[in-house]
């Protein structure tokens, strides 16, 4: 007699969530699911095991999808562990997502399970910065070769959910409510029970794999009339007041300062709405088992979850998991001339830096060539020491680990990363910085400059003529920068890195 098949290992990217809190249910019975957290001290209700991880970091990524069959993803929006961040959340959710599909491709995980954004029919100024972001996240997801599935999900109904509170706390507070004319915009809303199956049945059949479904309650109304069905569920009655004015920046202020919502968590609410949030007809998710229940049914279930109508405090996507500890985590995005490479851009920013200042900064590079300074005219030691990380550099992703200097507290943490990822975008990242300086001196200084240099570099890469690039080969990976015509001469001595392997 055949030995049973042994479980599949699913890993939850966001199991702590109030999504996947909840997957056990729809997951659990036949599969070993792993609830993947930054800072969860064990896992949830449900969940068999719980594997320590921090998304910004591709090694710690790595070992979080270890052994695993398939990874659902959940994330969106979130924050380093670090007292300041630099960049914008679209820059690090695609951070995050590359380093999920990065890892998912090493440890051969056979399926990734999204839940994105509906995407509406574009209006002419396009999608809002939330959905275009979640777009690029489901495509860099599927960029490395794992099969990916996208479940496109408008307003989630769950009595935990930030857009239910948000709702539920302007119902509570306002016995009159004045709506501007984005509230008129016609929406699909999910329930969360129902958007927990569709998952469940995406994880458990690779026939839907590597493409997208938009999942809702199949009805369509506007937001208004969700707000007065929502009333009903909460036994209240209210009042709507159309009016034609209210832009929605103004919008979200006032929903903010009625709510006491942060406007990180507002501002996708009111800037989707803009347009209709309708799922596309031919996309619907329709797989045998699936039958949404009414708005009104989920409306009713998380007022009743509801319990005590107590106000919950605000945790926006943008607040999880921040962390006291003076680290720095600074991302930036670029577009890359075309047939540039992470490795070249390495090259091309210590070669500018030797230029951009005058020679008041020096780089020198050590025979083996793996190891960089930044020295200030007139001092011993460096401002900073570079060292190439040869294990894990490549063509597309090239590793400075910060190994010391007069401005790095600590040596052998931190790191300066060079990235490409889908259409010619280059990502700098500083990760797990830890300055020398006092934090409000590194505030008000360095952290300044390091901003100005990144939009000077970015000018400098935008300069750059398709004929000035030598790029790397198989056959000849340690080719020289060429820098622009009047550059070249300033330097110390051209940029090299050492041939790396993976």
């Not at 049973?4 to 990217?13: C, F």
């Not at 996947?20 to 019975?29: D, S």
């Not at 969860?40 to 969940?47: F, R, V």
Request: proline share 7%.
């Amino acid at each position: 007699m055949p030995s049973p098949k042994p479980p599949r290992r699913i890993a939850v990217a966001g199991g702590t969530g109030f999504i996947g809190k909840g997957l056990p249910q729809v997951l659990g019975a036949s599969n070993h699911l792993i609830c993947l957290s930054r800072t969860a001290p064990k896992p949830p209700d449900g969940y068999d095991e719980l594997r320590q991880a921090d998304l910004f970091s591709l090694q710690d990524t790595r070992k979080a999808l270890k052994g695993v069959d398939v990874a659902v993803y959940l994330v969106h929006s979130m924050m380093p562990a670090a007292r300041l961040i630099q960049g914008c959340f679209q820059d690090l959710d695609l951070l995050c997502a590359d380093n999920f599909a990065r890892a998912a491709a090493e440890a051969r995980v056979k399926h990734i399970v999204y839940v994105g954004g509906l995407i509406p029919a574009l209006p002419p100024e396009g999608l809002s910065e939330h959905l275009a972001s979640r777009l690029e996240v489901e495509r860099i997801l599927g960029s490395h070769g794992v099969p990916c599935t996208t479940l496109r999900a408008g307003m989630v109904i769950g009595a935990e959910g930030s857009s239910y509170q948000l709702m539920a706390r302007l119902i509570r507070r306002l016995p009159i409510m004045i709506c501007p004319r984005w509230t008129q915009s016609q929406m699909q809303p999910v329930g969360l029970t129902d958007l927990r199956e569709a998952i469940g049945l995406a994880a458990s059949r690779s026939v839907t794999a590597s493409q997208s479904y938009d999942v809702s309650s199949g009805e369509a109304l506007s937001y208004v009339e969700l707000m007065g069905r929502a009333a009903t569920a909460l036994g209240l009655k209210r009042s709507f007041l159309p009016v034609p004015f209210l832009s929605p920046k103004l919008s979200r202020l006032w929903v903010s300062m009625t709510t006491g919502a942060p406007k990180a968590l507002v501002a996708p609410l009111v800037e989707s709405l803009k347009g209709n949030m309708l799922a596309r007809p031919g996309a619907r998710w329709r797989l045998p088992g699936f039958k949404p229940s009414p708005v009104d049914h989920h409306l009713e279930e998380a007022a009743r979850l509801d319990v005590g109508h107590q106000p919950r405090a605000f945790r926006s996507a943008h607040s999880r998991g921040q962390a006291t500890e003076a680290i720095v985590h600074s991302v930036q995005r670029f577009q890359m001339p075309q047939a540039g490479s992470a490795r070249w851009a390495a090259r091309c920013y210590t070669a500018w830096l030797s230029t951009a200042f005058f020679g008041m900064i020096r780089i020198e590079h050590q025979p083996n060539r793996d190891r960089v300074h930044f020295r200030l005219i007139g001092l011993k030691k460096p401002l900073l020491t570079l060292e190439t990380d040869t294990g894990v550099s490549e063509r597309d992703r090239h590793v400075f680990r910060i190994q010391g200097g007069l401005l790095a507290a600590r040596s052998g943490r931190g790191y300066l990363e060079f990235r490409t990822t889908l259409d010619q975008q280059l990502m700098v990242a500083i990760q797990d910085y830890k300055p020398s300086l006092p934090w409000w001196l590194y505030r008000l200084t360095q952290a300044q400059f390091h901003l100005w240099v990144m939009r000077s570099f970015r000018r400098h890469l935008e300069a750059q003529e398709p004929g000035a690039l030598v790029e790397d080969t198989a056959t000849n990976p340690s080719l020289e920068v060429t820098l622009p015509a009047g550059t070249a001469s300033k330097a110390k001595s051209p940029v090299e890195v050492s041939p790396t392997r993976v």
